[in-house]
């Protein structure tokens, strides 16, 4: 045994990972808003090679809050640099619902008449009323209080916001009808013994004739009136 020894050496690169920070540039956004282009991520290192966002309902670097249901989301930002060294950091985004809004049918109206419209407010921060025909008609923002100056068509916007910046909006159409012009006719004389007046005579057809605001069909005998003027609406 001789005890000869030999060796050989290398030397061998610990390279640190890089060191990404990341604050997703949207913390908190309403489910039907449009997709946006996620930010914030910082590389911390200088040799990158790539840099991704990943996570549910992220494609291709962007996320799209109207396909998820409301919820906390996690995204993940991953930094390779040139040595194929990873590492990656991560950050949540909050998906709020929107605000439930319930706008029925609104009732037509006469011209020179006034309505209030009504729609749920529950859980609202705030809400307006407008209209977007661009007639001369009015609205209050607030009450809803419609206010009918001009005949025809209009639409009725009614908008909520709720405690989380969440809007949305419903509308409703509302009908102004013209005011109906009216003639009783003329019933002539009649003796107080006389025959029935029939009430036929109204122009146009199918209104009810008014008699000491009470309503009167077909016909009213003279002894009703009494002898002396007296007058049916």
Not at 27 to 36: K, Q
Not at 161 to 183: A, E, H, L, R, Y
Not at 196 to 213: A, C, Q, R, W
Request: include cysteine; charged fraction near 10%; hydrophobic fraction near 35%.
């Amino acid at each position: 045994i001789t005890g000869c020894i030999n060796a050989s050496t290398d030397t061998i690169l610990i390279t640190p990972l890089p060191q990404p920070a990341f604050s997703v540039n949207i913390d908190s956004i309403c489910n039907n808003e449009l997709a946006f282009n996620i930010g914030g991520g910082v590389p911390n290192v200088s040799n990158v090679l790539t840099e991704t966002y990943s996570g549910v309902g992220i494609t291709s670097g962007q996320f799209n809050p109207s396909t998820q249901l409301p919820g906390i989301y996690t995204i993940t930002y991953t930094v390779v640099d040139s040595l194929n060294c990873t590492n990656l950091i991560t950050d949540d985004i909050t998906v709020n619902s929107i605000p439930s809004i319930n706008f029925g049918t609104v009732n037509n109206i006469c011209f020179q008449d006034t309505l209030n419209i009504s729609a749920s407010i529950t859980g609202a921060s705030s809400w307006q009323y407008k209209l977007i025909q661009g007639t001369t008609n009015t609205i209050h923002p607030i009450t809803g209080l419609f206010n009918a100056i001009q005949t025809g068509s209009d639409t009725i916007q009614f908008s909520i916001t709720d405690f989380n910046g969440c809007m949305d909006s419903s509308t409703q159409s509302i009908f102004v009808d013209t005011i109906p012009i009216g003639s009783v006719g003329s019933f002539g004389g009649r003796c107080l013994n006389g025959n029935p007046v029939s009430l036929n005579t109204g122009s146009p057809s199918g209104g009810i004739y008014n008699y000491k605001g009470g309503v009167v069909f077909r016909s009213i005998t003279p002894t009703t009136f009494g002898a002396g003027l007296d007058s049916i609406k």
